[in-house]
Structure formats: C-alpha cells, structure tokens
C-alpha cells in the first residue's frame, strides 16, 4: 500500500502554517501498514492541484489530499478534484441537512458560500466529518484511491480514524503488521539508545524500533511486519518483552497512547488520592494538562496560579521573609507553595512551580530558564531544579511535564 | 522566481519529523520576493530523489533541497544530484580542512564516514557551512538553479542566510511582492466572506486574499504581486483599507502576527489595567493563554481554577444556594466567579468560565459541551453561553479563546 499525501493552500507554501497533518497522517497510516512514499505541497493553484494529482496517482495506490474544502472562495479543491476527473457537480441532500442542524445549533443563518458546500463531485462518496462543516470525499477508480479531507487538523483526523482507515484497510489486504509502544519519561532519547544499542543492531529484519521523542518524554515503539501473521504476534511479544526489560524500571511510565497526564490520573484513582496545583512560571499550564484527561475532576480539585507575588503571599501562604530571602523562584518558595496548596484546597498531594520562563527577567544568578518544581504531601515534599532554555513556550510545556513525571515518581515512592 | 523545495528523509515521511523547515524556507524566501510554488518530500531512496530533481526543474527556476548530506549510511542526496546530471565526484580539500579543524577542536578522530563528505559532484560549488561538518552545494545550469543544504535547522537557515539568499538576489530579479494581515476574532469563515463576496470577485489579478482561520478567529491575508514595485505598495494599501473597512469594527481584533492574548495583554497594559481569572472547565488553559505572552506578569495576578465546588464554595466565595439551585455550569455561578477572583486577586477585571467539557457528564438540559463564560469588573460582569462538540479539547481550547475575545470587548466598551 503505497500512499502519497498531498497537502494545499498558500499558507503551506508561504510558510505561514507549518504542516503537522502529513506527519500524523504518515503515523496514522503506519498503524495500518501503509507507507508514505511521497509527499507534495501546492498552493491554490488549479492547475498545479490537478497536475499533482495526476502525478501522485502515478506513483502510489492511494492520494490522500487535505486542505482546500472549507466555504471560501480560495478553497478550489473540490473544484480540481472533479476536473481532474472530468466531472460534474450534484447537490448532497444530507450534506445540507447536517449544517442545518448545525447552525440551528450555533444560531447561525446560512449562508451561500455554506451551500455551495453541499455540491459534491459526481463520482464522490461523502465522508460525514462530525467535526466541521466541511465533509470528506473518496473516490475510486482504475484500482486507485483517493480520498480528500479538510485541513483543520482534528478534522482531518477524525476523517483519517473513523472513515478513511477503515475503508482503505477493507479495500487493500496489506502485510499483517502489528505495533506496541512503550511509552518512557526521564530519560532522553541518546541514553535510551545506549540501553538499546545491542539490542537494535540484532533485530531482525521484520522487526523496526522507532524513537518518537516529545517534550520530556519519549515513546519507543515496536513495529513488526511479515506475511505469516501468528509469527507477527510471537515476534512483537518476544522483543517487546525483550526491550522491556533493557529499559530502566523508573523510566517506564506507560504503554501505547498513555500520557503523563493519563498516568498520573490512574494512579490517584487506584490509591483514592487528590490533587491540587500551585502554579507561578508555567501559569496554568500544568493545570491545563491535568485537565486534559477526561475524568480528571474526581481526583483534581483545583489550582491558584499565583503569578503575582501577592497572591503567593495571601492565598497560598508564602512567608514574605521567604520572597525576601530567596526570592520567589526558589527551593524555599516552592516548597511552601506546595503546602499551602494542600491546606488551602484540601488535597493529599500538590505540585508548584515557580522560574523565569522567559525570554526577558533573568538575573546572573537566576538566568532565564531558572525553574524550581516541588511535588508533596502532608509529610514530605521533594524539589528539582531545571536549568532550561530561553525560549518561553518551550520552558514552560517542559516545566510542566517534568512536574508530572516528579508526581509520577514521588506517588509510586510514597504509597 | 518560482522556488521548489524537495525535502528528504524517511524520517519526514512516517511522520517521525515535522517538517518545519519548508515553513521557515518559505519565509526567508518570501523576504527577497521569491515564491514556493511547490514542495515536495521523498525518502532515502535514490530513483525517488532523482524523480523529484526531474520534477522540480520543470516546475521551477530554483530548487532548494535540504536533508540526506550527513555522514550516516541512509544519507545519499549527494550521491543523486550527481547522477542527475550525470557527473562524477572531486575531492574538496578545503572541506577536508576545515572538517580536521572541527575534529581537533572536539578532539574526535577522522572517520572513513566523515572523509565521503569532502567528495563533492564535480559541477558543485561548495557552501561553506559554519554550523556543522557537511557543507551545502550550489548547481547552474539551463538558466536554473538548484542548492542542497543538510536537514538540520540552525545549519539549513545558517546556508540560506548567508550563502543561498544572497547568490539568489544576486542571480534572479525577484518579482516585487508584498503581505499585509488583518487578524479578526468574533466572526466565522463563511460570514466573513459574505462580506467580502464583492470585494473578492473584483479584485486584480495581482491580489490575492487567503482565509486563514484557526478556533474562534480568522487571520484575512492581503498578497499583492507586481514588477512595479511602487505598484505593489499602492495596490496593497489601497485593498487593505477597503477590506478592513467591509468587516464589522468589532470583529477586527488586530493585524500581522497579533493573537488574542497579545491583543488583550496591550489593551490592559494601555489602560493600566489588572487581571485574573477563575476557571472550571478551562482548566487552566484560559492562563496559560494569558501568560504565553512575555512580560504578562505586568497585568496577570493569577487565576483560582475551582476544579471542585468546595473550592468555588471557599476560595472564590460562591454561594452554596446559587450551586444547589443553579448548578455549576449557569450563568449566576460564572457571575459570583468574577466577583470572587475580583475581591479575592485583587484585580480590575476577571473572566470566569463553567462547563461541561465532556466527554461525559451531560444531561438532557445540560448537555456536553455547554459553557458560561463570564467578563466583568467591580461595577458590571457581562455573560456568554457557548454550546460547543463533545470534543473535550476543543471545547477547552474554543471556550479559551472565546472567553479571551468578550475580555477584548468588554475592555473596549467599558475602559
């Protein structure tokens, strides 16, 4: 199953979007057993739609296209797409009642650049994108596919999960293929090498290792793929099982799609344990990811992000001879933060962070990047310093998941 | 100047890699007027690269490569652009030199590896690459350009800053071509284009408008291209101001790179003006947003993110009567919210949001996805109702950035 992606729009070519769709595309795909063998860029441009088009389904089994669908006039795919095809447009009675109902429910009126979204391609079957307004479109022909999506990205991966996937795994047998993902935090990417490196230079050749690396974390996962599918599952268990043990115990934080945030989440909820946050340099963030998990309100409570120092001082409790001493990114700060959190929103655990996030504050002493997080309970508290970078976004998505993974740690030490 | 960029790498294709080069490639180059008008990524593979080599110079006058010029085994670019034109290789003694300087310094040994990087294809001008030990490539012929760069970022940008660019300027007398953003919040795709249907259809054929919008707000770009360059300035002020004048005032948010959160930050910061905040269903996100603008610590005191009605109760000081009748998601909750951050933080303004973020937790009046959000200051507090997916992180994210466009609008109506 080769497939070729390409993507459209002028914000692509210009460089005022960077393309994340294509690589998630390409994981998605992978999960399947289908390999991107190529990918194109093109602007909203007819011609150079059509023509790569035609290009790509030269050189590959399936196009999948994203971009170009939405009601403005500078979204010509549809319009390419039925060109390339040489055919007409019919009107999609369906396509029409589903943004009904969702202006009904916006209390938007239509509107005729809404309409004209409802004309699709003769040769089309339209793909419900639950997700937007836009709909997907597949097409078939001479043994190749394509399929079309909407650039917005949680609709182009809601059309990838639910119809595209499916469909193409239904219409191509591909080579059985199997996945398991080990999900790592702690340790970076090199040092997971050197544990690895034996281990990688000896596997065999339906056996692949990829390192998928994140912010202060990094997945490692398993790919297998070859004609006998009970060999598949024998070989994935074996050198899952083998690597596994490779890996150093405290590092291993979870299995397949876990997060941090999803851990740490199971862990209160097994040991009926709650959290609150106190939050200075990664100002919400931290919560944020907390938060992310659904589910999270039965063990979360809350949070002060306490940015200015006032409120550190009046709702969290910090002694203002601590400020004065050692300043408010400090050991000392943190870990009175970390304690009025618990008393104030009455949890068993809580988590602070206090640094210079950046890019202008820092001091010789205390330079950008400075961050002090504390993780604790009643009992206890522990403390890491982070020496990051001078990028503000960077420090503080760092700060906040080298916090989880310290809540991480400290919760499978403690109880 | 027409430029097509051809990434390479198996890395970039399963989608291990973004690829954020061809982004900043693309904004370097739209700096001395030249445009991508075509992009492509190939892997390893040498047919592959030769192909798009092929491909690319039909398309354009200039073809930027990056990627594949390392010394590790899966690096063969150099080895294609030979083949394509069809010469062999010479040994670059000044790059043998300089790679003994940089292994001196690091005190490494010569590898036979790293000694392939100083053969170069005979009709290669070599590009001296001060950030790293394999040097970029410059090739003429027919009147086209093609320039080969490795993948690492600081080493890509490094060549296009000083050696591509300027050969390019030198080289192509660039079609005068310019930008200009109008940043709007408040107004969908499709409403926005019905303001700018006529507008849109008479426009010359040197204009372009693109749509590029994002949760809750769209950015309108303005492109004009033209050999008369005085033409270009004319014609895009000229269009800009009539498009800003079709769009309602209160939709216009900002301009260029502004985003709401800048936006908000400079409005408080004008009218001296603190803020904070109190988050349920946010959780956090609405002060991350606030506090991912540098120096945010001027007008953001913090937030009290009231996960659990306890801590709505005895932090943010609502009232036990108003949950009981009301619940936690309703417009008199979100209302005392603001009053508690207010009293509590010690703020001028605060926004409060409530919702149900979901994936579960709905019911038949209440259903997932509903939100209240709420703006206000001591003397008056106005409120929204969103009713949003069963996306929980995109009711988070949409319900942030709405309750940061009432903030920009209250604090325009009021201050």
């Known amino acids: 199953m080769k497939v070729h992606i390409i993507t459209i729009g002028d914000e ?9 769709n294509s690589a998630k595309m390409a994981q998605m795909l992978l999960e399947i057993g ?3 063998t190529g990918r194109t860029a093109v602007g909203d441009d007819h011609e150079a739609i059509i023509n790569a088009l035609r290009l790509a389904t030269e050189q590959a089994d399936i196009v999948l296209v994203t971009g170009g669908l939405g009601p403005t006039k500078d979204d010509i795919t549809k319009k390419a797409i039925a060109d390339f095809y040489g055919v007409g447009f019919v009107f ?8 009904n109902q969702i202006l009904e429910r916006l209390g938007r009126p239509m509107t005729e650049a809404l309409r004209t979204q409802c004309f699709m391609p003769q040769n089309a079957t339209v793909l419900t994108n639950k997700m937007g307004s836009a709909p997907g479109m597949w097409f078939e022909g001479n043994g190749k596919v394509l399929a079309s999506m909407p650039g917005v990205p949680f609709e182009m991966e809601y059309l990838m999960q639910h119809e595209v996937l499916p469909r193409l795994q239904a219409k191509f047998s591909a080579m059985p293929t199997a996945h398991r993902t080990l999900f790592t ?3 970076g990417e090199s040092t997971l090498a050197e544990h690895l490196k034996n281990f990688e230079e000896n596997l065999p050749p339906q056996v692949k290792l990829a390192y998928l690396p994140a912010i202060a974390r990094v997945r490692l996962r398993l790919t297998v793929s070859d004609p006998d599918a009970a060999l598949v599952d024998e070989l994935l268990n074996e050198k899952f099982r083998e690597m596994e043990g490779l890996i150093p115990l405290k590092v291993i934080a979870g299995y397949g799609d876990d997060s941090l945030e999803i851990v740490i989440g199971r862990i ?6 709650t959290l609150s946050t ?20 039965v063990y979360y409570f809350g949070s002060v992000i306490s940015y200015a120092n006032e409120v550190k001082m009046n709702q969290l409790g910090v002694n203002k001879e601590t400020l004065q001493e050692h300043g408010a990114v400090s050991e000392q700060t943190v870990r009175e933060m970390v304690a009025g959190a618990i008393r104030l929103l009455n949890t068993d655990v809580a988590m602070a962070t206090s640094g210079i996030a950046g890019p202008d504050g820092g001091t010789p002493e205390k330079p950008v990047g400075t961050v002090w997080l504390a993780v604790g309970n009643k009992e206890k508290t522990i403390t890491h310093k982070l020496q990051l970078s001078k990028n503000r976004l960077i420090n503080i998505q760092y700060s906040g998941y080298y916090a989880l993974n310290l809540l991480r740690l400290f919760l499978l030490e403690n109880y």
Do not use: F, M, W
């Open 12 to 20: 692509l070519l210009i460089g005022q979007i960077i393309d994340t």
């Open 278 to 297: 106190a939050e200075s340099c990664t100002g919400g963030y931290l919560a944020h990811l907390v938060t992310s998990v659904p589910g999270s309100s």
């Open 185 to 187: 935090a702690g340790e």
């Open 34 to 36: 289908a390999k991107v």
């Open 92 to 99: 999609h009675e369906p396509t029409l009642e589903r943004l």
């Open 268 to 273: 209160l909820k097994e040991k009926n344990l």
